[in-house]
Each structure stands twice: as C-alpha cells, then as structure tokens.
C-alpha cells in the first residue's frame, strides 16, 4: 500500500512483491563486524568491505565528502515509523539488521562508509516523511513510494523494491470468483488516507461508490473483517501478510505493474541523494538486492495478476 505505502496495525506485518535487479556504478565503504551487518548483507564474513565488493568510492561520496551533507556528523540517521513490520523489519526493532527495509538501510550505509555502530536509527511517522521542510534524519525507509507530488516536497532515491498492487477479500465474498474489470466497478473499497493504494483504487479500479477512507490500515482490516467493505487494496507483500492474518480472507490477486516503487526519502535538496543511489546501483549490479529480496521476500513473489 505504500503508504502512498502505508503501514499495517498492530498485529500485522507489512510484505512485498520482489523487483528486479538493475546495474550501475557504486560508492563504497567499510563493513562492520557487527551480526546486523551480517544479516544485512547476507554476506559471510562481517567485516569483508563494501569497497572490495564495489571499487573505490568516488572522492564526492567519500565518508569525509559527505559529512557537510549529513543531519549529525560522524553517523547515519536512518528514519522509519514505529511499530516497524516483517518482512521490512524483524521483531520491531530496525537496529538488528534483519528485515528487507533494514537491511537495505546497513547496505547503503557501508557504502557511504559507515560501520553498523555509526547507523542511529530515529522514529518518523509515516505521513510526516514526506511532509515540506527540515528532516531530522538523512533518510527514511519506510516503504515510501515515489509520486510526483511527494517529489515536489522531498527528494527520492531510486528504487530499492519495485510495488504492485494487490487485492485482499473475505473468501464468501462475490469478488473473489467475479473480479473483472466491470465487476470491480460494483463493489465497496476501503483503503487508509493518503496511500497510492487509495490513489490505484480511485485512479485504476474507479469504483460507482466512493472507497470508505480509514486512518489507519488496522481499521482498513477491521473493516474488512466486520463486512463495512468488499475489498482492501495494498502492496502485494502486505496483502499477503494480511490475507493470513485476517481469518476467513484471502489475496485474490495482484495487479499489473504501474511502474510504482518504492525510494529513499531525504530532504528536498539534500545533495547525498546522489552518493544514495550510486549506492543503491551498486547494490543492485552486485546482486545485493536480489539477494536480500530472495531472502526475506521470496515468499511473496509468486501472486496471480488480475486486472483492473
């Protein structure tokens, strides 16, 4: 759903569909030691650097460079919303490297040269990332999703997960067997404010009734639950996550690619966006994210495609 994902309530974790992998060049920096640096890259051995993975680091992306750039110099401040959810984070806590979003955050890390203990973790809600102004943070991870109108606001990294929509419905629901494009026009959605998964219903499925807003995705679940709505629309992993949390429900399926993606949130201006995705092309062209996807996404990477 990302909030343009969102995030999912209090028992739910939120997941998502895996993205491709792409290659470019990369800035590089020294690994730490620690066992969430180890989760985080997959990698063996803790303490072999970002550096022998990636080549040298480009003088403008050195850890020195980009030390006027930073929120607090000397570390990374790392944002993200609280409670933090699998598959994106392991046991509410970002610190531990484990969880796809996590350690995609450590990654990046190493390859502007920090070690794991250099990484603060800070809480951010969801709905103020994105909001104009200062950040307290230099970026947020939080399954946010790139738009054009955010973008007017913030700055985005490249993709680090490619997002598809998903539909998530009662199994004695009508709109499991009858869900064609003219059939989805019929039924009652319901979706949290401010998520490209409300934006996919209105702008993809348009509805004859108007989707029910919540503000929450628990009392979008609660009401799916309690039969206020038809069907709720979210990313592919958390609707998959949903569908075996919510009994009696299931992911009826996934729809077509929009080109929607998830990025690295940073202050509009901040010039590190530019070290953020020379990282982000290194990680994807050394197999990094593929191989983090595979780990803690592969799960989710096998859904049906309806459309809408």
Known sequence: ?????????????MTAVAALALAAPACSSVSSSSSSSAAA??????TTTAASASGPASAACS????????????????????????PWFANNKPSNGQGYESAVAYAVARHLGFTDAQ??????????????????????????SYSAQRAQAVAFSDSYFDVQQALVALKSSPIVAKHSPSDLKGYVFGDQ??????????GQIQPA????VFNTLNDVKQALATKQIAALVTDTPTAQFI???IPGSILVGQFPSTGEHYGLLLAKGNPLVTCVNQAIA???????????????????????????
């Open 63 to 86: 850890n020195a460079a980009i030390q006027p750039d930073l929120y607090a110099k000397g570390q990374l401040t790392v944002a993200t919303d609280s409670p933090a959810y699998p």
């Open 119 to 144: 990484v603060k973790w800070v809480t951010e809600p969801f709905d103020s990332s994105y909001a104009p102004g200062p950040k307290k943070f230099d970026f947020d991870v939080n399954e946010i």
């Open 41 to 46: 890259t997959g990698a063996s051995a803790a």
């Open 209 to 212: 009734k108007t989707p029910k």
């Open 243 to 245: 569908a075996s949390e």
């Open 1 to 13: 759903m990302t909030r343009m994902s969102r995030r999912p309530g209090t028992v739910l974790a």
């Open 193 to 202: 404010i401010g998520t490209t998964s409300l934006t996919f219903i209105n």
């Open 282 to 308: 290194s990680l994807k062209a050394d197999g990094t994210l593929d191989s983090l996807q595979k780990k803690y996404l592969r799960d989710f990477l096998a859904v049906p495609t309806i459309a809408p």
